[in-house]
């Protein structure tokens, strides 16, 4: 596709994350819950959630409030859930446009009953358990009591219990089952009890594929929604396939004469006359400011010379001849016969997958294909 007005974009194709999700969805065998936090891992909130409920999603996992809310303006026809904090003083929002809240702490929990009374709207919570992943959730071995008296929290109603595995990406580790047997024992305790919630869910994308124990009767999944592995031990299954493409254009070709710097600093200098060409992007973009970086010139690759900028960088073009000025690049995605995934982004940058797509900048156009 020719963006001829752009110079540096993202094309996003609907279709592959539909895809992506009706597999997983097949696989499972469980609804699946599309975590479209942080702009749908770069994605963008909006147009990934409107395919994700077009592939049959009816929840949309988010960080904040204000992701939900945003979903709740657009018309989005699913439910939002904040996997994370909410501040009590928005649990009336929450309930006024029915967004689920995650609680697992007693004060909070009093507050939004609080607020829900106020508005005169029933707060919909998923109650969060702490089962080994170290981080937010109420402890599984009370958890029976504590949902008892919940339940008695007028305003709220408490649909959900879930829990969150720290170690699932890697399916050889111990921890994921010590988790959910921690997590089955509450359940049966709360089945006993009469108070086991309408959903259960544990698994995230990883979770989802390999422990089919974890899937209960929702799966939250976010980064296998957009094609990407959730680790290199836990590799997507055949027919996923990337939804991203980042892209720029050589904006400039000129040669410069042997030992000439290039860019702040001059940490580069070339070595023999060479054709550099200049991109436009940066660090601004999400580009990092790394030596070491490859990008792909007519399905070529080609080494990023001297400092990133914060909204170009330089590539030498000596294995590339051909290039001109106005050629695309590819930053991530295909090109020719070549591709630069997401991970060898990261891998390059020190860093994981979800880091880079999460980072790319919302300047970046976002163009959507199907
Ligand atoms: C609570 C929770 N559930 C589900 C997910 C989705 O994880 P993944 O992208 O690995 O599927 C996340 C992501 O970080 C999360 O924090």
């Known amino acids: 596709m020719d963006h001829a007005d752009l110079t540096t ?3 996003i194709d609907l279709s592959v ?15 699946v819950m599309a975590v479209v936090k942080a702009n749908a891992y770069g994605h963008g909130l909006i147009e ?29 026809r699913a439910h939002p859930i904040v996997l994370g904090y909410t501040p009590p003083e928005r649990a009336g929002e929450a309930a006024q446009a029915g967004v689920r809240l995650a609680v697992y702490d007693s004060q909070v929990a009093q507050a939004y009953a609080a607020q829900a009374k106020a508005v005169g709207k029933p707060l919909y919570v998923h109650a969060k358990f702490d089962t080994g992943m170290g981080r937010l959730g109420a402890s599984p071995e009370e958890g029976v009591e504590w949902m008892r008296w919940l339940h008695t929290l007028e ?3 408490v649909e959900g219990a879930f829990t969150h595995l720290a170690e699932a990406d890697d399916p050889q580790k111990p921890t994921t089952h010590w988790q959910l047997d921690r997590f089955d024992k ?34 939250r999944t976010g980064i296998a929604i957009y094609g990407l ?16 493409t ?5 904006t400039s070709v000129k040669i410069f004469p042997p030992n000439h710097g290039i860019s702040y600093n001059y940490r580069y200098r070339t070595k023999s006359e060479e054709r550099i060409g200049v991109c436009a992007v940066g660090y601004a973009d999400g580009f990092r400011r790394q030596m070491g970086n490859m990008v792909l010139v007519r399905g070529r690759r080609v080494p990023v010379v001297g400092s990133v900028c914060m909204d170009q960088c330089m590539v030498n073009l000596d294995q590339v001849p051909e290039a001109q000025m106005g050629d695309e690049v590819v930053l991530i ?34 163009i959507y294909v199907e």
């Open 246 to 250: 980042w892209k720029t254009r050589l």
């Open 48 to 76: 990934a959630s409107r395919a994700a409920v077009q592939a049959g999603v009816q929840w949309l996992g988010v960080a904040r409030i204000d992701e939900a809310l945003e979903l709740h303006r657009a018309g989005i």
């Open 186 to 219: 509450l359940l049966s305790g709360l089945e006993s009890a009469g108070l086991r919630p309408a959903w259960v869910h544990a698994a995230n994308s990883a979770g989802a594929l390999y422990f089919p124990r974890a899937r209960y009767n929702l799966v």
């Open 155 to 157: 305003g709220l109603q």
């Open 9 to 11: 974009w993202l094309e």
């Open 229 to 244: 592995n959730p680790s290199a031990h836990a590799p997507l299954p055949e027919g996923f396939r990337p939804a991203l």
């Open 333 to 366: 995605g295909q090109q020719g016969n070549d591709e630069i995934t997401a991970e060898e982004r990261a891998h390059e940058w020190g860093t994981i997958h979800y880091e880079v797509v999460c980072g790319l900048a919302n300047r970046l156009p976002r």
């Open 17 to 31: 994350i539909r895809k992506n999700i009706r597999l997983l969805q097949e696989i499972a065998g469980v609804p």
